[in-house]
Structure formats: structure tokens, C-alpha cells
T-cell receptor, first 114, second 118 residues
Framework: AQSVTQPDIHITVSEGASLELRCNYS??????LFWYVQSPGQGLQLLLK??????LVQGIKGFEAEFKRSQSSFNLRKPSVHWSDAAEYFC????????????FGAGTRLAVHP | GAVVSQHPSRVICKSGTSVKIECRSL??????MFWYRQFPKQSLMLMAT?????????EQGVEKDKFLINHASLTLSTLTVTSAHPEDSSFYIC??????????????FGPGTRLTVL
């Protein structure tokens, strides 16, 4: 069965520091992978997605993620965090091999210190 | 961009009553929509797939008689929590895929509805 693991429940970084949020997935074939961000009072916003091709994908707000098949990972990175990046981040895999039914990880809550 | 709205954003009801939550795709049509449930500080769990013109498909463990889904049009899906009880209190989120509308292989999410059952 497909699953997504986000090992870090909470992460705190200083503003301007680099960030890496970890995501591991379990899926038999080439997965459709997503990172979403959830801010209070707002709907989930897509940061980036990977379906195929270049394993390093660029997203919005300066985020990027790298798909590593050998490690079953899709970690999210940002070189310099801004205070406005504080939010909940979810990694997800398309359950049916597409982008429809999504299976989400537990989420990582990011706090940013000034 | 694609926008999905939900109404109401918050609802408080008494135990035993039914509550209807609406999910609308504002600027695109969606033959399929999805309903998720999110418990505090937890992830989103897919509840069901709402299909326009046909019955919804429920995930294992989700009571279809408790959570009634109606996809009345290409822009509206409703979730009715029947005979609500305190354990149904949760954050309900809907999503709609943008593919058929030419918006890419992406799910667009509503802002969610906070249900509190007293």
C-alpha cells in the first residue's frame, strides 16, 4: 500500500537559514509526488510536484525538491527561509498513480525564529 | 488561477443534527471532487470521491450513511454529516482536480470547514 512518511513533526529554523524537510514514500511504480503548504485559515497551496523527467524540481516561493528513487525520498529545500514560510508542510503521493487521490504524510510544522 | 471555495468556514451544531458543507469550484468545472478530513495536528485523510452524476466512492472505514455526498453539478459537491456527534468534530477539506479544465495535473483545495459538534 502507498504511504508517505514525514519524519519531522516540528522544525525550527532561524530566518535566513537553509531548510530541508524530509519525505519518504512507499509506492510500487513511479510516483506522482507533491509538496503542499497549509497556512492558518487558508487552503492547501501546491508548492511543487514531480511526475517524471528532471529529478530536481523548482516550485513557488523559492522552494525546490529532489526526487531520489534509490532512497524513495522527495525532500523539500529552501536556501534561505523567510518568516512568512512558517506553516505546515505536507508531502503527498498520488494514490492511483496520478494526481487525483492523494495520500498525505503527517505534516511538518515549520517555525521561523527572527 | 483555479479557486475552490467552501461554505461555511465554521459551523457549530448540537449532537444529533445534520450539517451540510458545500464545495464549489469557482472558475472551472470538475466532474470529480474529493473530500478529506483533518484531525487537529494531523494529516489529511481521504474520505470519499465525489462523482458528478453518479454515486460517491467511499474509502474503507468511512460510513457512507453518515457522510452523504452529492455532486449536484459540475461546480458543486456537498457533504452532509448526518446525526452528527462530538466525534465527528473535525476540519473537512474538499479538493478538485484541474486537469479537465486545462489547469494542469494539480488538485486545488478549498480553505476547509471547521465542524464542532456539541
Amino acid at each position: 500500500a502507498q504511504s508517505v512518511t514525514q519524519p519531522d513533526i516540528h522544525i525550527t529554523v532561524s530566518e535566513g537559514a537553509s531548510l530541508e524537510l524530509r519525505c519518504n514514500y512507499s509506492y510500487g511504480a513511479t510516483p506522482y509526488l507533491f509538496w503542499y503548504v497549509q497556512s492558518p485559515g487558508q487552503g492547501l497551496q501546491l508548492l511543487l510536484k514531480y511526475f517524471s523527467g528532471d529529478t530536481l524540481v523548482q516550485g513557488i516561493k523559492g522552494f525546490e525538491a529532489e526526487f531520489k528513487r534509490s532512497q524513495s525520498s522527495f525532500n523539500l529545500r529552501k536556501p534561505s527561509v523567510h518568516w512568512s514560510d512558517a506553516a505546515e508542510y505536507f508531502c503527498a503521493v498520488g494514490a492511483a498513480g496520478g494526481y487525483n487521490k492523494l495520500i498525505f504524510g503527517a505534516g511538518t510544522r515549520l517555525a521561523v525564529h527572527p | 488561477g483555479a479557486v475552490v471555495s467552501q461554505h461555511p468556514s465554521r459551523v457549530i451544531c448540537k449532537s444529533g443534527t445534520s450539517v451540510k458543507i458545500e464545495c464549489r469550484s469557482l472558475d472551472f468545472q470538475a466532474t470529480t471532487m474529493f473530500w478529506y478530513r483533518q484531525f487537529p495536528k494531523q494529516s489529511l485523510m481521504l474520505m470519499a470521491t465525489s462523482n458528478e452524476g453518479s454515486k460517491a466512492t467511499y474509502e474503507q472505514g468511512v460510513e457512507k450513511d453518515k457522510f452523504l455526498i452529492n455532486h449536484a453539478s459540475l461546480t458543486l459537491s456537498t457533504l452532509t454529516v448526518t446525526s452528527a456527534h462530538p466525534e465527528d468534530s473535525s476540519f473537512y477539506i474538499c479538493s478538485a482536480p484541474g486537469g479537465l479544465a486545462g489547469l494542469g495535473d494539480t488538485q486545488y483545495f478549498g480553505p476547509g470547514t471547521r465542524l464542532t459538534v456539541l
